[in-house]
């Protein structure tokens, strides 16, 4: 079976009822878990966004904590799986400075593991990415908010 376009759905959902809608998002939300996680996410915090990113961040907290710190191989496949959950959540939220916010909070925690992320090429090459990531995402930025991040960047950038 082939999807359609998005605007085909869009016109389809038009001509739905209310309670096919509601009917139709239920039972998407059963089918996956990422679409419950969205749907959770437009329902209940996208009105407060300062909150969903604190939640966020409380949820990388116990990732770190959770590293197995073994060796630089283990610890780089758990940091990529942390990238990878924070990139889903930043994906839910559609807002730069969400983005930016969770991407910033991500390269502070990494700089304060230990051990020192230093000694591995991989884990620097992970930061330096996230580091660049940021630059690019700033330009698209009220000049305000370009200036405040700008100031955490360069902190960052300067303690490497």
Known sequence: MKAVTVNELKQELINRTPSELRELCLRLSKFK???KE???YLLFESSDEVSYIESVKREIDQQFEQIN???YYVIKKSLRKILLNTRK???YSHKKETEIDLLIYFCVKLRKFTPSIQKST???NIYNGQIETIRKKLSFLHEDLQYDYGIELNALKGSS
């Open 122 to 124: 991989r884990l620097l």
């Open 33 to 35: 878990k990422e679409n």
């Open 89 to 91: 959540y930043i994906r």
């Open 38 to 40: 969205l749907l959770t």
């Open 69 to 71: 710190k073994k060796s």
